[in-house]
Nanobody, 121 residues
Framework: QAQLAESGGGLVQPGGSLRLSCAAS????????IGWFRQAPGKEREGFSC???????IYVDSVKDRFTIGRDNAKNLVYLQMNRLKSEDTALYYC???????????????WGQGTQVTVSS
């Protein structure tokens, strides 16, 4: 019964910070690549960050230098620290576990339910 669950979303002002968590149950995250995806209304789900033993931590340019992905192995979770948030970061945020870091959403084994991030003044 492998499951992922995101938490930590909410409403934040532009320029603010938010820390998301992706907690695993039923399996150990340290054997998987963990990706973060987001989907705004009317838009496709897009991957923007991933962490794996093979690739380390990777980011798309739009979040590089603002977001940080990391692991907390003792708690079997992955976090996403988001700083200097912008209105265009507003989306439903998902984490996923799979074999490799890839933008192909069909390749991921497990998905969380999503957590809403809204950046607005």
């Amino acid at each position: 019964q492998a499951q992922l669950a995101e938490s930590g979303g909410g409403l934040v002002q532009p320029g603010g910070s938010l820390r998301l968590s992706c907690a695993a149950s039923g399996f150990s995250l340290d054997y998987y690549a963990i990706g973060w995806f987001r989907q705004a209304p009317g838009k496709e789900r897009e991957g923007f960050s991933c962490i794996s033993d093979r690739d380390g931590a990777i980011y798309v340019d739009s979040v590089k230098d603002r977001f940080t992905i990391g692991r907390d192995n003792a708690k079997n979770l992955v976090y996403l620290q988001m700083n200097r948030l912008k209105s265009e970061d507003t989306a439903l945020y998902y984490c996923a576990a799979g074999a490799l870091c890839t933008t192909d959403t069909t390749s991921w084994h497990y998905w969380g339910q999503g957590t809403q991030v809204t950046v607005s003044s």
